[in-house]
């Protein structure tokens, strides 16, 4: 969306807007909710992209209650290794471009498949994600909390899968942070 009109109308006797810091450059921006996209019931929760004017980039945000509740910043989660094998790489790079677009349940889906993928080509290979993840503990590849981050990741993604529920795009970061623990370590684990 592109505007600088500030609509609040959803019922909160609230009349501004929170301004939006573009992730890129800065910029203050203003979201205009259509009400046709406005949420009918509370707890309000708004997600999406803006796309700044000055610089043309897009900025993934989640309002709850007319209050910010999620900006995308910079990369916080940090970079995965160069030598993660290619198709653990691919799924990764599928999850920021989701993130981009402030879509957390793809996010997550995608980093589970980034995991899924490492462990396979690291060799486990097991019935189920859990079972690969236990052999990699097995085998030490995984320590007791990097196990409990990447059973976090896979259990979050079942909920983005199967329960049909949103998960917050505030926990986009995290998932992020987790999947690059979890791939770095599998990397240099042996
Ligand atoms: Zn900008």
New binding site residues.
Partial sequence: MKSDIIQPFYGMGVSKMPELP?S????RMVVNIGEMHAPQSQPARLSGTAI?R????S?GFELQDNMIHYIEGKRIYGSIDSKVPTIAQAFFAEAELCSRSAAPNAVAAMCRASIEAMLNERGFRGNNLKHQIDLAVEKKALNQDESALANGSRLLANTAIHSGELISVSHIPSILAVTVVVLNKLVYSF
């Fill in positions: 573009c890129h450059c800065g910029q700044c000055k610089c043309d980039k900025t």
